[in-house]
T-cell receptor, first 111, second 112 residues
Framework: GIQVEQSPPDLILQEGANSTLRCNFS?????LQWFHQNPWGQLINLFY???GTKQNGRLSATTVATERYSLLYISSSQTTDSGVYFC?????????????FGKGTRLHILP | IAGITQAPTSQILAAGRRMTLRCTQD?????MYWYRQDLGLGLRLIHY???????GKGEVPDGYSVSRANTDDFPLTLASAVPSQTSVYFC???????????FGSGTRLTVV
């Protein structure tokens, strides 16, 4: 099956810093999503981005489907950005809308 | 209700007992899913349902069953709980071709 690799696995940054999280996938995908799991465990959908670039405030994401990767950018980090960021993909041959998660990047923003 | 509601929030369960985790959504999404999240293993799909009346097996279905009698509800049943089923369980829903998944707040289950 499709493999989803996220890097780095862990990231510690000072408040105000910028960061780039990467998601590589091994096969063609119909769509790709980025999620943030906050320290209380809640999973929030950040972007639904099968291709191209989207921005939402300090966060933006770019997916280059032909090269099988996606990037999540966080600018001017705040402590509330801490948590785990997951990339999830729907394989191209998947008829059931099932998505496969990467193992996540754990981000810790220091005040 | 706004979005997905899961119940209970947490539960401690004796091994061998039967347990049903509840999931209800009010967004009229056609597809629903159950995931378990374990440290170091990420989120793994247990069962899914593309539409009311149909269900399918995910990556880790053994020991679990689901039903989808209507659009809104997707309960997950552990027929005879074992300690390896200690985990955080998330229910999610989506509408095919729309804007991605919506997750519930999770159920933390401990089997002792």
């Amino acid at each position: 099956g499709i493999q989803v690799e996220q890097s780095p696995p862990d990231l510690i940054l000072q408040e105000g810093a910028n960061s780039t999280l990467r998601c590589n996938f091994s096969d063609s995908v119909n769509n790709l999503q980025w999620f943030h799991q906050n320290p209380w465990g809640q999973l929030i959908n950040l972007f639904y981005i099968p291709s191209g670039t989207k921005q939402n405030g300090r966060l933006s994401a770019t997916t280059v489907a032909t090269e099988r990767y996606s990037l999540l950018y966080i600018s001017s980090s705040q402590t509330t950005d801490s948590g785990v960021y997951f990339c999830a993909v729907e394989p191209d041959m998947n008829r059931d809308d099932k998505i496969i998660f990467g193992k996540g990047t754990r981000l810790h923003i220091l005040p | 209700i706004a979005g997905i509601t899961q119940a209970p929030t947490s539960q401690i369960l004796a091994a061998g007992r039967r347990m049903t985790l509840r999931c209800t959504q009010d967004m009229r999404h056609n597809a629903m899913y159950w995931y378990r999240q374990d440290l170091g293993l990420g989120l793994r799909l247990i069962h899914y349902s593309n539409t009311a009346g149909t269900t399918g097996k995910g990556e880790v279905p053994d020991g679990y069953s689901v039903s989808r009698a209507n659009t809104d509800d997707f309960p997950l049943t552990l027929a005879s709980a074992v300690p390896s089923q200690t985990s955080v369980y998330f229910c999610a829903s989506s509408h095919r071709g729309s804007y991605g998944y919506t997750f519930g707040s999770g159920t933390r289950l401990t089997v002792v």
